[in-house]
């Protein structure tokens, strides 16, 4: 009882925190620069990637509030499970966060295609795997339907080897999907490393002109 009265307070807090922002959103230097409509700042607040977690943080309160005790959800556990978003509004205080967020914001376009890119690898290779390796018995319906596939296919993008008696065509297309996987995964790391370096040492320079200053 008592923490849910100190989880129903905190959540409070969160939503006046986050409606206020919203709010007073239109008032930011750095969106004013961009000379766009009070709606369309606010909208791009709300898809940023730290007001994202914000949302995050108290939203799943709201949704198994609405459902009540008596919802048709069985499970709830995955929706209480976001609620631990909630830790990470301490990145107004942990200086690593912080950095990740505008490494985000600097290379979320990359980031972007190269996840839509490993999406549609994704579904294209489980086809392929589908239609190659669907009359296999050696595999027990692994890949006896295309959701069935996914799920074995993700396995393979992630450079892991299935211990499946595959056919010869199938062996190829494992192969070609462990190799684009191991490209494809390159790039995201590459990229957030290199953004952690540049915001590091712009952030180091930054400080280094205040006390100079």
């Not at 062996?171 to 494809?184: A, D, L, R, T, Y």
Request: charged share 20%.
């Amino acid at each position: 009882m008592a923490f849910d009265t100190i989880e129903m307070i905190c959540v409070i807090i969160f939503t006046i925190e986050y409606v206020l922002r919203l709010w007073a959103v239109v008032e930011d230097p750095d969106k004013k620069k961009a000379h766009l409509p009070a709606w369309k700042m606010r909208i791009s607040f709300v898809f940023e990637f730290l007001s994202l977690v914000d949302l995050a943080s108290f939203l799943p309160y709201y949704i198994d509030l609405m459902l009540g005790p008596g919802n048709e959800v069985e499970n709830t556990s995955a929706l209480r499970a976001l609620r631990l978003f909630r830790v990470l509004k301490a990145e107004k205080y942990v200086v690593a966060f912080a950095m990740f967020g505008e490494v985000w914001e600097e290379n979320k376009h990359i980031l972007m295609y190269t996840g839509v890119l490993a999406l549609i690898l994704w579904i294209v290779m489980a086809s392929l795997f589908w239609l190659l390796e669907k009359d296999n018995p050696n595999h027990e319906g692994a890949f006896e339907t295309v959701p069935n596939s996914l799920f074995m296919t993700a396995i393979i993008f992630g450079g892991e080897w299935c211990r499946c008696d595959f056919t010869p065509l199938g062996k190829v297309v494992g192969v070609v999907m462990c190799w684009f996987g191991i490209n494809i995964f390159a790039v995201p790391i590459g990229i957030i490393a290199s953004g952690f370096e540049q915001v590091s040492s712009r952030r180091k320079k930054a400080a280094v002109e205040e006390v100079m200053m």
